[in-house]
């Protein structure tokens, strides 16, 4: 749950006024952590952050065009096989696949049938 910024300056000043943690989670109605957080963004930044910065994620372990190459090469392959290659979780491949749009299933022919 996003609190607004006068929550937290407001939480942050009753710490600086003499109040604990727990005092000002039950005063504001907010979690500890939460409160320790934004003590910590102040130290940090000298403020508190309207917006968080998101953009310093590690990079994926299974890069689009990797996975798209290996399964370009190799269509037939199981989800253990692209986990072994990629040397990750067979359920990081299946999730990087849905991220990426990739299909692996085959479509059935109905030629044929009648």
């Given at each position: 749950m996003a609190h607004a910024i006068?929550?937290?300056?407001?939480?942050?000043?009753?710490?600086?006024?003499?109040?604990?943690?727990?005092?000002?989670?039950?005063?504001?109605?907010?979690?500890?952590?939460?409160?320790?957080?934004?003590?910590?963004?102040?130290?940090?930044?000298?403020?508190?952050?309207?917006?968080?910065?998101?953009?310093?994620?590690?990079?994926?372990?299974?890069?689009?065009?990797?996975?798209?190459?290996?399964?370009?090469?190799?269509?037939?392959?199981?989800?253990?096989?692209?986990?072994?290659?990629?040397?990750?979780?067979?359920?990081?491949?299946?999730?990087?696949c849905e991220r990426y749009r990739i299909t692996y299933k085959k479509?059935?022919?109905?030629?044929?049938?009648?």
């Open positions: 006068q929550v937290r300056t407001r939480s942050v000043e009753l710490l600086n006024e003499g109040y604990s943690q727990e005092q000002v989670a039950k005063i504001m109605n907010v979690g500890v952590h939460s409160i320790r957080r934004w003590r910590d963004e102040i130290e940090q930044f000298g403020e508190i952050r309207y917006f968080y910065d998101s953009t310093n994620r590690e990079a994926s372990k299974l890069p689009e065009f990797e996975l798209k190459a290996f399964f370009a090469e190799n269509p037939d392959a199981l989800l253990k096989e692209a986990a072994a290659h990629f040397n990750c979780d067979p359920s990081s491949v299946f999730y990087a479509t059935k022919s109905l030629q044929g049938k009648k």
